[in-house]
């Protein structure tokens, strides 16, 4: 089956943390993406990346950090910078790099809480 | 960037027919719909994409006025399943993803 993990799908975090959230797809997409999501808001990207080694910032990036080494994996931390973390994460992936209308696959998300 | 507005919550009965409103005034010309529906605890899952006048598929309908200021998606026969929190995104074919657009959702409750 063709899909999107993300995991771990609870995760808590200690004051001055570091943690890394994983997201991996197998359905070779070319673009990848991060979101947040807050109880009862839509969603904020927080990157993006449209190919491997290439990502850009989205609209709350400040606290947050990615890599892109593989196409199939785009692992998003999130740091002791990042005062309000507590939140419910989606990635996503779509086809194409060059078209952001395509319709975006999501994983389960992974939900992060303070301790 | 175009801003999307919807109802925050909406309450229909098991097979009526439910039409939900997305709207976006500042549309662009090059702007696609898409909606997509979340389950609690889960992540959105893609309904229906459109450009302008109407679109359908197995499970839903799209409709798009000629203005394009506002979209409507039809849901026929509900059941107590489709209660889910339902988005509309606003976006363009080509760019940053970053003028990808969500709304804040609408939740919807199917009642016995």
């Known amino acids: 089956d063709g899909g999107i993990t993300q995991s771990p799908k609870y995760l808590f975090r200690k004051e001055g943390q570091n943690v890394t959230l994983s997201c991996e797809q197998n359905?070779?997409?070319?673009?990848m993406y991060w979101y947040r999501q807050d109880p009862g808001q839509g969603l904020r990207l927080i990157y993006y990346?449209?190919?491997?080694?290439?990502?850009q910032k989205g609209d709350i990036a400040e606290g947050y950090s990615v890599s892109r080494e593989k196409k199939e994996s785009f692992p998003l931390t999130v740091t002791s910078a990042q005062k309000n973390p507590t939140a419910f994460y989606l990635c996503a992936s779509s086809p194409r790099r060059d078209r952001v209308d395509q319709p975006q696959h999501f994983g389960d998300g992974t939900r992060l809480s303070i301790l | 960037l175009a801003k999307t507005t919807q109802p925050i919550s909406m309450d229909s009965y098991e097979g009526q027919e439910v039409n939900i409103t997305c709207s976006h005034n500042?549309?662009?010309?090059?702007?696609?719909i898409t909606w997509y529906q979340q389950f609690p605890s889960q992540g959105p899952r893609f309904i229906i994409q459109g450009y302008k006048t109407k679109v359908t598929n197995e499970v839903a309908s799209l409709f798009i006025p000629a203005d394009r200021k506002s979209s409507t998606l039809s849901l026929p026969r509900v059941s107590l399943s489709d209660t889910a929190v339902y988005y509309c995104?606003?976006?363009?074919?080509?760019?940053?993803?970053?003028?990808?657009?969500f709304g804040s959702g609408t939740q919807l409750t199917v009642l016995p």
């Open positions: 990346s449209q190919i491997v080694n290439d990502f």
């Open positions: 995104l606003v976006g363009p074919l080509s760019g940053s993803a970053r003028q990808l657009t």
């Open positions: 500042n549309i662009a010309t090059n702007d696609y």
């Open positions: 359905l070779n997409h070319d673009a």
